[in-house]
């Protein structure tokens, strides 16, 4: 049978007429796939510089390589990813074009900044009338998931470690598969910032089943530009 994700959607279309029965039913079903595209593209969180950035095409600067094939086997069902290292060396960059290269494909994948989540569930504490949907509520939900810069802004209290706990357990106890960038080496000795260290060792132990570490080497791209 023709692979439907090659055709475009006149070319679906044409093939829909005169079809009846249940030769109907995948057709149907890659058109409704294909509806949800611009939607999910407008709701994923990718940052707008970012917007379009898909991973499949993105061309992968020194020491980004590895992560940037990792990617693209994490899809849903799969362990996550643990993308860690220091500043500038394009975690937030790869992650993005992770979701949209997902959402490309129908996936609602979502990316959001960890200061961000935190900073809407203390927002909402005092208006629960914010009309937008809870950002703990799209972390927890999504099909996929980046949850960016996890652990920024220094040591954590118990309060946000227990919205990290809630998190991985939630997805972890879905299924659902995340990809988590952060400056944080997921362990270490105490003279460098970890994750069990920073939040604490529940979440460092939530992090190991639900992600696999992988380090970013390269440069602080920011610093240095990027290369063709
Ligand atoms: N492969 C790439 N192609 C083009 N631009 C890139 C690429 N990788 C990274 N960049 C750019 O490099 C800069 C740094 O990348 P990014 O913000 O992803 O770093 P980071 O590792 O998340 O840093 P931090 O730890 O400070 O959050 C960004 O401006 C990003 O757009
Ligand atoms: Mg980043």
Redesign the pocket.
């Known amino acids: 049978m023709t692979d439907l994700t090659t055709l475009t959607v006149d070319e679906l279309h044409a093939q829909l007429r005169g079809l009846t029965g249940d030769k109907v039913k995948p057709i149907t079903t890659e058109l409704v796939r294909r509806a949800r595209i611009p939607n999910l593209l407008r709701t994923s969180g990718v940052p707008r510089?970012?917007a379009g950035?898909s991973l499949g095409e993105?061309?992968?600067?020194p020491g980004?390589q590895t992560a940037?094939r990792a990617l693209l086997r994490v899809a849903p069902g799969a362990k996550g990813l643990y993308?860690y290292?220091?500043?500038?060396?394009?975690?937030?960059?790869?992650?993005?074009a992770w979701v949209t290269w997902l959402v490309m494909r129908g996936i609602s994948a979502k990316y959001i900044r960890w200061a961000d989540l935190l900073a809407d569930v203390r927002e909402r504490m005092d208006r629960r009338d914010k009309p937008e949907p809870a950002m703990i509520d799209l972390a927890i939900g999504a099909e996929a998931l980046v949850l960016?810069?996890l652990g920024?802004g220094g040591r954590a209290t118990p309060w946000s470690v227990g919205i990290a706990e809630r998190i991985l357990d939630d997805r972890l106890g879905e299924g659902r598969v995340t990809v988590i960038?952060?400056?944080l080496a997921p362990a270490g000795p105490p003279s460098i910032p970890t994750v069990a260290g920073t939040m604490s060792a529940r979440v460092a132990s939530r992090l190991a089943e639900a992600c696999a570490p992988l380090k970013?080497s390269g440069r602080?791209?920011?610093v240095h530009g990027?290369g063709g």
Not at 58 to 61: D, L, M, R, T
């Open positions: 510089t970012w950035v993105v061309a992968p600067q980004q940037a993308l290292g220091q500043a500038g060396h394009g975690k937030s960059y790869l992650s993005a960016d810069d920024a960038t952060s400056n970013l602080d791209l920011r990027v």
